[in-house]
């Protein structure tokens, strides 16, 4: 015996779908974007201050001293 339709929750269910293809395909755009931007300023991130600098047991970067 086939099952009763139940228009509406499907159709919920194809407005989620497609809603969430829509965001994942706007997160890696967005992605792309940011990767693209790094890339074209010439900084990379391990040229930053931050990752010259000694970490402490809390993951924190030790004062400078002196």
Known sequence: MARKPN???ERIQRERNKAAKKEARRAAKEERSAQKNTEGDGASPETSDTAD??????????????
């Open 7 to 9: 228009y509406k929750f």
């Open 53 to 66: 600098a000694e970490l402490d047991e809390t993951g924190e970067p030790e004062p400078e001293i002196g």
